[in-house]
């Protein structure tokens, strides 16, 4: 049996229609990937969180899709331990004393507690991440909404 290869995406959002495959060749920025990846890094800037925050709060945007407080709480923990792992890969102080040439003891110091820093990140966002997939998955097998607060 034929697959119908009109249908786009057969179900998988990560797979290309044919026709978004002829269009990408020879274009590695229309690479769907390589173009999620680098937005999803900038997203995570805290410049630019601080700019999205400010552009939300002026125009008022307000989500489609309620969420609960302990997801709010999760996503927006997610999003801070990305921030401080960027905060601490592009440290100003080992990256100044870097490209003004020191070397030794002082440079490794600085790489470590920047390293220190960008890792503490990684560690909260990653904890806070297996929280939050915990909590979306108990509430798809108890077909509740993601709330999680005890009514008394």
Same mark, same amino acid.
């Given at each position: 049996?034929?697959?119908?290869?009109?249908?786009?995406?057969?179900?998988?959002?990560?797979?290309?229609?044919?026709?978004?495959?002829?269009?990408?060749? #020879?274009?590695?920025? &229309? =690479?769907? *990937?390589?173009?999620?990846? !680098? @937005?999803? $890094?900038?997203?995570?800037?805290? /410049? %630019?969180?601080?700019?999205?925050?400010?552009?939300?709060?002026?125009?008022?945007?307000?989500?489609?899709?309620?969420?609960?407080?302990?997801?709010?709480?999760?996503?927006?923990?997610?999003?801070? #331990?990305?921030?401080? &792992? =960027?905060? *601490?890969?592009?440290?100003? !102080? @080992?990256? $100044?004393?870097?490209?003004?040439? /020191? %070397?030794?003891?002082?440079?490794?110091?600085?790489?470590?507690?920047?390293?220190?820093?960008?890792?503490?990140?990684?560690?909260?966002?990653?904890?806070?991440?297996?929280?939050?997939?915990?909590?979306?998955?108990?509430?798809? =097998?108890? *077909?509740?909404?993601?709330?999680?607060?005890?009514?008394?």
């Amino acid at each position: 049996m034929r697959e119908n290869v009109t249908s786009g995406t057969h179900g998988n959002p990560d797979e290309a229609s044919p026709a978004e495959v002829e269009t990408a060749q #020879g274009d590695p920025m &229309a =690479l769907p *990937g390589v173009e999620a990846a !680098i @937005f999803g $890094i900038a997203n995570y800037c805290p /410049v %630019t969180l601080v700019g999205t925050k400010v552009i939300e709060t002026v125009c008022g945007d307000e989500r489609s899709v309620p969420i609960s407080n302990a997801e709010r709480v999760l996503r927006s923990n997610v999003r801070l #331990g990305y921030g401080i &792992a =960027l905060a *601490g890969f592009f440290c100003p !102080i @080992f990256w $100044i004393s870097y490209l003004a040439g /020191v %070397t030794g003891v002082e440079l490794r110091w600085h790489a470590a507690a920047s390293g220190l820093i960008a890792f503490s990140g990684l560690l909260l966002a990653g904890w806070n991440r297996h929280h939050l997939g915990r909590l979306r998955h108990a509430a798809e =097998l108890s *077909g509740r909404p993601i709330d999680h607060r005890r009514k008394r």
